[in-house]
């Protein structure tokens, strides 16, 4: 457990130095500006031309679910790029032959990167899906959606198909893994 935990360690510290993590938190942030950009403009168009209540709910019901639908998406994006090459590129640069040589199982350095990158993935679904709710209550007030419903499934989602970009890594070079996991997306969608 001990060298799970380690590996899950040196896959968080991994992550912070590469320029995908930044990249998704750029653009998260970005999604989430014009999000709240697009869902202000949108209500306060309502407002003003004195839309009844009950359709200024639907047209804010279905901009949570599109925003929500995006956030999905980008998680998706994340969840498969994150780890594409953490094995194989590691293993066609010659670092796994150093750290697999040491005194720790190979399934430990698989479940231990497992591991790390499951936390920033749920940290990433989680921070998106509670930015647009955010945003959706400031702008619009309460919406008759319920997000946190399906925020387990699109955990479950990411988390699944990080294993298998993960578990592509061990057999398949770094872009056929790519093309392959978001393949499975595809085909899932």
């Keep these: 457990m001990r060298s799970i935990l380690a590996m899950a360690h040196l896959t968080l ?28 403009f949108v209500h306060r168009e309502h407002v003003r031309v004195s839309t009844p209540f009950v359709q200024q709910q639907l047209v804010m019901a279905l901009l949570s679910v599109a925003g929500l639908y995006a956030v999905n998406f980008l998680s998706i994006l994340f969840a498969v790029l994150l780890p594409v090459d953490t094995l194989s590129g590691e293993i066609d640069s010659g ?22 990158h499951a936390v920033i993935v749920i940290g ?7 930015g647009v709710v955010l945003v959706m209550r400031l702008v619009a007030g309460p919406v008759a959606v319920r997000p946190l419903q399906a925020l387990p499934l699109m955990v479950l989602e990411a988390l699944l198909l990080m294993t298998v ?4 890594g061990t057999r398949l070079s770094t872009v056929t893994n790519g093309v392959t996991a978001l393949g499975f997306y595809g085909i899932a969608f």
């Design 13 to 40: 510290y991994e992550t912070r130095r590469r320029r995908i993590v930044m990249a998704a938190v750029i653009f998260a942030t970005a999604f989430l500006t014009v999000y709240t950009a697009g869902l202000f």
């Design 95 to 116: 670092v796994m032959h150093t750290v697999a040589s040491k005194p720790v199982r190979r399934a430990d350095i698989v479940l231990g990167k497992w591991l790390g």
């Design 124 to 130: 990433y679904v989680l921070t998106l899906t509670l």
């Design 165 to 168: 970009s993960i578990a592509g």
